[in-house]
T-cell receptor, first 113, second 109 residues
Framework: DTGVSQDPRHKITKRGQNVTFRCDPISEHNRLYWYRQTLGQGPEFLTYFQNEAQLEKSRLLSDRFSAERPKGSFSTLEIQRTEQGDSAMYLC???????????FGQGTRLTVV | GIQVEQSPPDLILQEGANSTLRCNFSDSVNNLQWFHQNPWGQLINLFYIPSGTKQNGRLSATTVATERYSLLYISSSQTTDSGVYFCAVERYNNNDMRFGAGTRLTVKP
């Protein structure tokens, strides 16, 4: 097992374009989280899945953001009509339900120009 | 929501010095983790420590859950210890782990 994997590592997009990020959690982990981190700040929670069910969403997750986790395996985070304020590091984490220690991927750094 | 405060916000040390980083939280938690964020942005797990004391090499951590704080100790610091250290907590029956603002540690040779 190689840990949590995120793709792509970097993404530069023009304002108004749509982008999609992928997260592959640790294989036996049924909990999956998305976070966003801007420069100089701690990560902020966006959304949480347990298996394929999206159980919690932050107010930060505007209607331009959507996340899915089909079949309870990998997850995607899509941002529609990107804005410059969406520029950030997007982090994915996974954990087991039994013990809640979370492990993070390397992140996807999004730059909107 | 739960509040997480880390102190100090910045810390500059000479190589070989010891340091203590603190994390205060405002509610009971069932998960507390310490992370080190490397220069490429990845969060590296240091400790999963909702209560008690753990040690890993030059690093150790103590969480006093009843008093709602955790401490991370770094002994004989090295330049490779530089970076941002985050504390993150999760409340019972909540699914969002909340992070503090971090402590930026700089270790000078």
């Amino acid at each position: 097992d190689t840990g949590v994997s995120q793709d792509p590592r970097h993404k530069i997009t023009k304002r108004g374009q749509n982008v999609t990020f992928r997260c592959d959690p640790i294989s036996e982990h049924n909990r999956l989280y998305w976070y966003r981190q801007t420069l100089g700040q701690g990560p902020e929670f966006l959304t949480y899945f347990q298996n394929e069910a999206q159980l919690e969403k932050s107010r930060l997750l505007s209607d331009r953001f959507s996340a899915e986790r089909p079949k309870g395996s990998f997850s995607t985070l899509e941002i529609q009509r990107t804005e410059q304020g969406d520029s950030a590091m997007y982090l994915c984490a996974s954990s087991r339900v039994a013990d809640t220690e979370a492990f993070f991927g390397q992140g996807t750094r999004l730059t909107v120009v | 929501g739960i509040q997480v405060e880390q102190s100090p916000p910045d810390l500059i040390l000479q190589e070989g010095a010891n340091s203590t980083l603190r994390c205060n939280f405002s509610d009971s938690v069932n998960n507390l983790q310490w992370f080190h964020q490397n220069p490429w942005g990845q969060l590296i797990n240091l400790f999963y420590i909702p209560s008690g004391t753990k040690q890993n090499g030059r690093l150790s951590a103590t969480t006093v859950a009843t008093e709602r704080y955790s401490l991370l100790y770094i002994s004989s610091s090295q330049t490779t210890d530089s970076g941002v250290y985050f504390c993150a907590v999760e409340r019972y029956n909540n699914n969002d782990m909340r992070f503090g603002a971090g402590t930026r540690l700089t270790v000078k040779p």
